[in-house]
């Protein structure tokens, strides 16, 4: 008898250890990790991921913002990469985390700890000058930045963007009179003549567009918002890189758990409301698969390693 109870008592234990490995994800609640804070173009798209996520499979999603994630600390990568490898901590990254983020003596993130599901979101990168500049295109710039100084307004030099601005330079063979970080890039800038040339994002400056030039997009296609200004890949190969946002998990993630998040991403970025905040900043908000995605960041490691080098 007292056999048959143990028996039994055992078989009770297996069947639930194994229901419990068989749950259907996701059966808690499931975070999304923004390293920015609240309110930009990545914020605001991932919380659309995760209000679709909650309505199509029931169960909280939330976004939670961890700032640090330009060029380092990472808090929030780090959080991502340290968390449980089962998809309730997923990872909307800008392209600095996966390209060097295991490169910069962050012991949590090396070496590599991530896969892309997919990338989502170019931001609206361009170079502007105000209206009277006394040029109106890149090689212009280049012509006059030799005779005289121009003093150039980025968001901070770990950007991607703002390294494919000097590297521009170098590879145009000229130097920028000056350049400074500011943590307001719009219209007001240039007016008050505090920058010269802005490295900022379009929809910063769309109050004052026609009294500005945007001289190009740093970004893999052009902006529709305008059309004319080629991109850093159009005016120089070399330098074919764009600031981009997509959601990651660390590398044991189960395939299944992947395929629920890609699911629901995929069709977010490419509704009406998120193809309106595409039309209205004019960023690119599209979905990029698994596979090209790792194709673009190996890609993208490349370049940066090009551009590295030429502003040593």
């Known amino acids: 008898m007292t056999t048959r109870i143990l028996s039994g008592a055992l078989a009770a234990v297996i069947s639930l250890g194994a229901g419990a490995a068989l749950a259907e994800y996701p059966e808690k609640p499931v975070n999304f990790i923004v390293p920015w804070p609240p309110g930009d173009l990545e914020d605001v798209i991932t919380r659309m991921i995760a209000e679709d996520f909650q309505a199509r499979y029931g169960v909280p999603a939330a976004v939670v913002n961890k700032p640090g994630g330009g060029g380092g600390p990472f808090p929030g990568a780090i959080e991502v990469a ?83 601005t000097k590297a521009f330079a170098v590879n145009a063979g000229f130097e920028w009179g000056s350049d400074a970080a500011f943590d307001a890039l719009d219209c007001n800038t240039l007016a008050s003549g505090d920058a010269d040339v802005i490295n900022t994002t379009l929809q910063l400056i769309l109050p004052c567009l026609e009294s500005v030039k945007v001289l190009v997009a740093i970004t893999d296609e052009r902006i529709s918002l305008v059309p004319d200004a080629p991109t850093i890949g159009e005016l120089d190969p070399s330098l074919n890189i764009a600031l981009w946002n997509g ?60 551009i590295s080098e030429l502003l040593k």
Request: aromatic letters at 8%; a negative charge; zero cysteines.
């Open 82 to 164: 340290t968390a449980p490898a089962d998809g309730y901590t997923i990872g909307s990254f800008v392209i600095g985390v996966p390209v060097v983020g295991h490169q910069i003596g962050i012991p949590e993130l090396t070496p590599e700890k991530f896969d892309p599901l997919g990338i989502f979101l170019t931001y609206p990168f361009v170079i502007a000058a105000a209206g009277d500049a006394p040029y109106s295109t890149m090689e212009e710039l280049a012509a006059y930045a030799k005779e005289n100084d121009v003093a150039l307004g980025h968001f901070g030099d770990p950007l991607t963007p703002t390294q494919v």
């Open 247 to 306: 959601l990651f998990v660390t590398k044991d993630t189960p395939q299944d758990v992947r395929d629920k998040i890609i699911a629901v991403a995929s069709e977010t970025v490419m509704s009406e409301r998120a193809q309106t905040v595409a039309r209205e900043t004019g960023a690119l908000v599209y979905w990029q698969n698994a596979a090209d995605s790792a194709a673009r960041i190996a890609a993208d490691i490349e370049t940066v390693g090009r």
